[in-house]
């Protein structure tokens, strides 16, 4: 085959696959937007933080127009090659509860025709996944607290502010009578200190609390409550006298 020959045939095959001899190739970035207890997002390849995190993932591909693409977004955990979890979806989003390290990957194809562009295996061998460490539960209660006080901190009756990865949660406020006073199903929130909208005595209550960590510790906690405040006979609806 003369010169000119092999030159015409090179040109056949540019123009059967114009698209496999660019730069403008489908390709993916992989991205992490990770929503924690202040409310924030930000953006993260290698994130830490308390369950439930709300996460979302985001493809990146570009240059797929005139391609057919498939996303699987594969969830597993540190050490396991087998996913919990794979998801069908470009862009999806996942809420973590379960304490440890979680490897997210996306496994993406691209066919035209006869072409295909794989990102799955060979590609991870490269490429460092998304990587997401859930912390282990913790959760305590006080034993007091001043409602009249000027310290913001100590007005409400609420969990300890070290409590982390507390995936379920409901607490229950009673008097010495048995007599409940208060209910909230929110780590974050708390007792006031009131009941039916009125201050209770200075005195001592009673919590119970049963709770779930994202590291599968179940919390039982019974203890005292002691409400400090100055004493009036106004102020002894639910109370003690």
């Known amino acids: 085959m003369n010169v000119r020959n092999v030159f015409l045939l090179l040109a056949l095959q540019l123009a059967a696959y114009p698209l496999l001899a660019q730069d403008d190739l489908p390709s993916i970035h992989p991205t ?8 924030i997002e930000v953006e993260s390849a290698s994130h830490s933080g308390n369950a439930p995190m709300n996460a979302r993932f985001v493809a990146g591909a570009e240059n797929t127009a005139g391609w ?14 087998t996913p919990y979890l794979i ?62 006080e000027d310290d913001d901190k100590n007005k409400i009756y609420r969990a300890k502010p070290t409590y982390q990865s507390i995936i379920e949660f409901h607490a229950v406020i009673f008097n010495r009578w048995g007599q409940k006073l208060y209910e909230w199903d929110d780590p974050a929130g708390g007792w006031d ?12 209550y ?34 003690t006298e």
């Open 68 to 81: 057919s693409a498939n996303y699987e977004w594969h969830f597993s955990r540190e050490n396991e090659d």
């Open 87 to 148: 998801r069908y979806e470009e862009d999806t989003q996942f809420t973590f509860t379960e304490a440890g390290t979680h490897i997210i990957q996306l496994y993406a194809t691209f066919v035209q025709g006869n072409d295909t562009i794989a990102y799955t295996d060979d590609y991870w061998a490269e490429t460092e996944p998304l990587r997401l460490t859930i912390n282990e539960s913790k959760l305590e209660m006080p034993n007091a607290f001043s409602p009249n």
């Open 193 to 204: 200190g009131t009941y039916n909208g009125k201050p209770v005595a200075q005195g001592v």
């Open 32 to 39: 992490a937007y990770y929503t924690g207890d202040d409310g």
């Open 206 to 239: 009673f919590v119970l609390v049963r709770a779930k960590g994202a590291d599968g510790r179940t919390y039982n906690i019974r203890r005292d409550v002691n409400l400090l405040r100055g004493y009036t006979e106004s102020t002894t609806v639910g109370g």
